[in-house]
């Protein structure tokens, strides 16, 4: 199993920046992929950006250029800085982990961005 706590969220203006972290309660090496989604009111959830075992990143067309994924391996904790925010990019982002073929959740972080 894999236990993920999210924290840094929070109400931002337009054009602004966060950042957000989870951390992984076993090493992030033993994952398949880690990253984070997001979903907003009314829509269904989406891929934000995540690591894949291997080296590969991928990233939403929609935050190419103003998200980067990175990660902490000492700290078994993966973050994403989010800039230019933009309001539609407000939404419940949540932290997922790929681990043996099962999906692992953290318990989602809210980002708001007034326009």
């Known amino acids: 199993q894999v236990q993920l706590v999210e924290s840094g969220g929070g109400l931002v203006q337009a054009g602004g920046s966060l950042r957000l972290s989870c951390a992984a309660s076993?090493?992030?090496?033993?994952?398949?992929?880690m990253g984070w989604y997001r979903q907003a009111p009314g829509k269904q959830r989406e891929l934000v950006a995540r690591?894949?075992?291997?080296?590969?990143?991928n990233y939403a067309d929609s935050v190419k250029g103003r998200f980067t994924l990175s990660r902490d391996n000492a700290k078994n904790t993966v973050y994403l800085q989010m800039n230019s925010l933009k309001p539609e990019d407000t939404a419940v982002y949540y932290c997922?982990?790929?681990?043996?073929?099962?999906?692992?959740w953290g318990q989602g972080t809210q980002v708001t961005v007034s326009s």
């Open positions: 997922n982990a790929l681990f043996l073929g099962w999906d692992y």
């Open positions: 690591f894949i075992r291997g080296g590969l990143t």
């Open positions: 076993r090493s992030i090496f033993s994952v398949n992929a």
